[in-house]
């Protein structure tokens, strides 16, 4: 958000109109359309002679290799706009990836950079940035110089009689000396007033131009949208296989420590009971009668392990009666309402049962709450969840907190998670999914 026109700090007694003028957000964006003269005059210098060089050296074959390295040059000159779109704006524009040739050797090079489309869009900024830098430069300068000496015009009017031989701004003229001026108080008042208006929407004009800027930097200078796709399925990649890892090392944790170690030990009181059998009958049931309790409670484990894995329920009944018998085993009473039509894709269907899980443990070991509810319905392309409860709040999702990790899984299949949860609560968390049905 730009801190130069955001909400009006608590304490402070001047609004945020009067503070504009002369904020320093202001300042640095009209540094920015002041300088944009000389980089843009640069950079269109440079295209131009790119270009023309290159394209009459091509009969010579050196036009090929003049015209790759003025594209490189180009994407030098990007880096410094985007550095400049940083520090001045705000606008923080991630650097293309570098040109790779398939091969060793400088003619690979040559046709790697000919054919990235991040060189030629670099190229395409130098020619359109030129015209709307020297308009939006010329504009906003005019604009607030204007306002400003229209503000000042009490103080310098005295000029006009003085050395113009005339008694103020001249609106209109016959050529014969008759017109109408700018002179009595109120006019002189109305004036002032009119400069004030000029001043205060300045910095309102210089954000609107600079946002054109935002743009063309972002767009023509910034990776393009399929790389940025990419680079995001790459990191949501990482973020899938590192859970399933998760997942698997929980599972096998699990096995080990539970009903294994269970079966184990039945495994050795049979055998006691076995031999035992013969000699002393009574204690050899005495031990069976153990070992079928083993049983049970191995059983037990082993489908509270399942239902951790994919839950039966959901594969037979969809997620309405899923969450219902989830939220069954809540520790606080929880309404559970599900308006789906039909259900979602499998993978999506999971995903969902799962975030509800997870979000109702958190309900129950950290909210402190009496009561909760969970909403599931579909919207358009989406499935959307929501978790409430009135419990003490203070959720989120920054790094380390359970809902980080859960958020990542759910970006990782170009879902999102909102948490609202202030202290004190009470605490909503909606989740949105891909539906895929």
Not at 17 to 23: K, Q, T, V
Request: proline fraction near 5%.
């Amino acid at each position: 958000m730009d801190t130069a026109y955001a909400p009006q700090p608590r304490g402070s007694r001047v609004p945020v109109g009067l503070r504009a003028p002369f904020s320093g957000h202001t300042w640095r964006e009209y540094l920015y359309l002041f300088l944009s003269v000389p980089m843009s005059v640069l950079m269109f210098s440079y295209a131009i002679t790119v270009i023309s060089l290159g394209a009459g050296l091509l009969i010579t074959f050196l036009g090929i290799p003049v015209l790759a390295g003025g594209l490189a040059g180009s994407r030098a000159l990007g880096a410094v706009e985007r550095a400049r779109a940083r520090a001045l704006l705000g606008q923080d524009v991630a650097d293309p990836k570098p040109v790779r040739a398939a091969k060793p050797g400088l003619m690979s090079w040559v046709g790697a950079v000919l054919k990235s489309g991040v060189s030629w869009r670099h190229l395409l900024y130098s020619f359109l940035h030129f015209p709307w830098a020297l308009f939006s430069f010329i504009f906003s300068t005019t604009f607030w110089a204007v306002g400003w000496g229209l503000l000042a015009y009490p103080l310098w009017r005295w000029t006009f009689p003085d050395y113009l031989d005339q008694p103020g701004i001249q609106l209109w003229g016959n050529g014969y000396g008759n017109g109408v001026y700018l002179d009595t108080p109120l006019e002189i008042g109305i004036t002032s007033a009119v400069g004030l208006l000029l001043v205060m929407a300045g910095p309102w004009v210089i954000h609107g131009l600079t946002q054109v800027d935002r743009v063309m930097v972002h767009g023509l200078l910034g990776p393009s949208s399929l790389a940025t796709r990419v680079s995001e399925l790459e990191s949501d990649r990482g973020v899938v296989v590192d859970t399933a890892a998760a997942d698997l090392r929980r599972i096998e944790r699990d096995l080990h420590d539970g009903a294994q170690a269970r079966l184990v030990s039945l495994a050795m009181d049979l055998g006691l009971a076995k031999e035992k059998l013969a000699e002393d009958p009574g204690a050899a049931a005495k031990m069976v009668d153990e070992a079928h309790g083993e049983v049970k409670i191995a059983l037990q484990e082993l489908r509270d392990l399942a239902r951790g894995i994919h839950p039966a329920i959901l594969t037979d009944r969809g997620l309405g009666p899923a969450l219902s018998a989830l939220a069954a085993r809540c520790t606080v009473p929880v309404t559970v309402t599900v308006d789906l039509g039909r259900r979602p894709a499998a993978a999506i269907e999971g995903i969902a049962y799962f975030t509800v899980s997870e979000l109702l443990q958190n309900v129950s070991k950290h909210a402190r709450a009496t009561s909760a509810t969970v909403d599931v319905w579909h919207t358009a392309d989406r499935i959307m969840l929501l978790v409430r409860d009135d419990g003490r709040g203070g959720a989120t999702t920054e790094i380390g907190s359970g809902l980080a990790g859960l958020a990542e899984r759910l970006d990782s299949v170009d879902g999102l998670l909102l948490v609202d949860s202030p202290n004190g609560g009470p605490t909503s968390i909606t989740a949105e999914l891909p539906w895929r049905g």
